[in-house]
């Protein structure tokens, strides 16, 4: 399995994009995904969370509300929507995937468990 995460950038503080992970060798409708970020100086985050059903999202405090994420099974993707970016969301963000089954939030927010991950897209917000 391979992942590709892309979308990533310079925006302005207030500003908003859109990133992707795209997966090849394996479809995602099964698989729990997972979006970490790590700045600069800082340990992994876990960002948010989707179960392997597409039916429950999971997301760190500081980003509800403002991230959301979504799975088109169809394109075998999964995109990371980023609204009203701040200056302590610029990092590193870093997709991830995990096939085992009835994954719950403990694990989904683990970066420990994921069998496979992408290789990161730069994410810079200016104040």
């Known amino acids: 399995v391979q992942l590709q995460a892309s979308g990533g950038g310079l925006v302005q503080a207030g500003g908003s994009l859109r990133l992707s992970c795209g997966a090849s060798g394996r479809t995602v409708s099964t698989a729990g995904m997972g979006w970490f970020r790590q700045a600069p100086g800082k340990e992994r985050e876990f960002v948010a969370a989707?179960?392997?059903?597409?039916?429950?999202?999971y997301y760190v405090g500081s980003v509800k509300g403002r991230f959301t994420l979504s799975k088109d099974n169809a394109k075998n993707t999964v995109y990371l929507q980023m609204n009203s970016l701040k200056p302590e969301d610029t990092a590193a963000y870093y997709c991830?995937?995990?096939?085992?089954?009835?994954?719950?939030?403990?694990?989904?927010?683990?970066?420990?468990?994921?069998?496979?991950w992408g290789q990161g897209t730069e994410v810079t917000v200016s104040s």
């Open positions: 989707i179960r392997g059903s597409g039916s429950t999202t």
């Open positions: 991830a995937a995990d096939y085992a089954p009835y994954l719950i939030y403990s694990e989904l927010s683990n970066f420990n468990g994921y069998d496979y």
